[in-house]
């Protein structure tokens, strides 16, 4: 989503609006004019200052994992972009439809088992977490660097191989707020590719890291239990004809990763970002095998095509000491 050239000049005046938009915002909270709601526990941000993916859900999910592997009883909220959410909060702690809750949040329960709650309303969806399930201890907002109105106490930003783009806020650049906002996060996460990775994973500085998404193995969707290698798709010996279908914010990122992977494929559909996959949108795809996301794939579990396979990634950091430091927050948080 990089605008350069023309377009990024003609739109530049706009940007100032949303340099003054986010100034304003800023300083109505910090002067107290608006309430900042503090939750009885931490929270977490995951988010970004550039529009679009940028890996911020499987960094969530990481994080997740790490939390419970370590005792702590974490839970989610999310916005549940893609969905239409009225005045309830929507949580749940096993997600069946993700229709109600969005892809995103449904993701992330079935990769984690934890309670997933979705609200445009921040506050609105901790309290409703809380009031759910007193014993959560921590709470990780999957997006909301953005949102002011509630208390953080960590602050994450995932940022890609686009880095600023063009530096330019929107809508004459890609980005949601300044660079700056950069020099005050906690921690500044860099999705690479393995290559980059294996090259920068030990050159950064204390509160920045890098990270890969490692593809585990395909899964098929209809029949979750049957998997296999990634190679078998590297050949046309198993699959004569292999097409690649996805509804994601970063299109070149998927297929940077099966290119990697020598996953053969002989087309490639883009599709926009929560896209609502249908029986009908695979029905006129000539293939023997048709891969997708995993983020696709939890919206197409009851789609009857033996055709479909994920390949499920797990985020892989540099240094997992953030981790540690978030942890030993956590403690301190509850025995003030």
């Given at each position: 989503?990089?605008?350069k050239?023309?377009?990024?000049?003609?739109?530049s005046?706009?940007?100032?609006?949303?340099?003054?938009?986010?100034f304003?915002?800023?300083?109505?909270?910090?002067?107290?004019?608006?309430?900042?709601?503090?939750?009885?526990?931490?929270?977490?941000?995951?988010?970004?200052?550039?529009?679009?993916?940028?890996?911020?859900?499987?960094?969530?999910?990481?994080?997740?994992?790490?939390?419970?592997?370590?005792?702590?009883?974490?839970?989610?909220?999310?916005?549940?972009?893609?969905?239409?959410?009225?005045?309830?909060?929507?949580?749940?702690?096993?997600?069946?439809?993700?229709?109600?809750?969005?892809?995103?949040?449904?993701l992330?329960?079935?990769?984690?088992?934890?309670?997933?709650?979705?609200?445009?309303?921040?506050?609105?969806?901790?309290?409703?977490?809380?009031?759910?399930?007193?014993?959560?201890?921590?709470?990780?907002?999957?997006?909301?660097l953005?949102?002011k109105?509630?208390?953080r106490?960590?602050?994450?930003?995932?940022?890609d191989?686009?880095?600023?783009?063009?530096?330019?806020?929107?809508?004459?650049?890609?980005?949601?707020?300044?660079i700056?906002?950069?020099?005050?996060?906690?921690?500044?996460?860099?999705?690479?590719?393995?290559?980059?990775?294996?090259?920068?994973?030990?050159?950064?500085?204390?509160?920045?890291?890098?990270?890969?998404?490692?593809?585990?193995?395909?899964?098929?969707?209809?029949?979750?239990?049957?998997?296999?290698?990634?190679?078998?798709?590297?050949?046309?010996?198993?699959?004569?004809?292999?097409?690649?279908?996805?509804?994601?914010?970063?299109?070149?990122?998927?297929?940077?990763?099966?290119?990697?992977?020598?996953?053969?494929?002989?087309?490639?559909i883009?599709?926009?970002?929560h896209?609502?996959?249908?029986?009908?949108?695979?029905?006129?795809?000539?293939?023997?095998?048709i891969?997708?996301?995993?983020?696709?794939?939890?919206?197409?579990?009851?789609?009857?095509?033996?055709?479909?396979?994920?390949?499920?990634?797990?985020?892989?950091?540099?240094?997992?000491?953030?981790?540690?430091?978030?942890?030993?927050?956590?403690?301190?948080?509850?025995?003030?």
């Amino acid at each position: 989503m990089e605008k350069k050239g023309f377009f990024s000049k003609v739109m530049s005046p706009l940007s100032y609006i949303t340099m003054f938009y986010n100034f304003i915002k800023e300083k109505t909270y910090s002067f107290g004019i608006l309430n900042i709601y503090r939750p009885n526990v931490p929270i977490i941000i995951v988010g970004n200052i550039y529009i679009g993916g940028t890996g911020k859900t499987p960094v969530v999910i990481a994080i997740v994992k790490e939390l419970k592997s370590l005792g702590w009883n974490p839970a989610v909220i999310s916005r549940g972009y893609g969905v239409r959410i009225k005045k309830d909060v929507v949580i749940q702690d096993i997600i069946n439809n993700p229709a109600k809750i969005g892809d995103e949040p449904a993701l992330i329960n079935k990769e984690t088992g934890v309670t997933v709650a979705a609200h445009p309303n921040r506050i609105k969806a901790v309290k409703a977490l809380l009031k759910h399930d007193p014993e959560i201890d921590v709470i990780i907002c999957d997006d909301g660097l953005q949102h002011k109105s509630i208390a953080r106490d960590f602050e994450i930003v995932v940022q890609d191989e686009r880095k600023h783009g063009n530096g330019k806020l929107l809508p004459s650049g890609p980005l949601r707020e300044s660079i700056n906002k950069l020099k005050e996060v906690d921690f500044i996460i860099n999705n690479v590719s393995k290559h980059d990775f294996k090259n920068n994973s030990s050159n950064h500085d204390d509160n920045e890291l890098y990270m890969f998404l490692e593809p585990i193995h395909a899964r098929n969707v209809l029949n979750r239990n049957i998997t296999m290698p990634l190679k078998k798709f590297s050949s046309k010996k198993y699959f004569k004809k292999i097409v690649a279908i996805a509804g994601i914010g970063n299109h070149e990122r998927f297929l940077t990763m099966l290119e990697a992977y020598k996953i053969n494929i002989d087309k490639y559909i883009k599709l926009d970002d929560h896209f609502n996959f249908q029986e009908s949108t695979f029905s006129n795809i000539i293939a023997d095998v048709i891969i997708i996301t995993s983020k696709d794939a939890i919206k197409c579990l009851n789609i009857k095509d033996d055709r479909l396979w994920e390949i499920p990634v797990i985020a892989k950091f540099s240094d997992y000491t953030f981790i540690k430091k978030i942890s030993e927050y956590i403690y301190d948080f509850h025995h003030k």
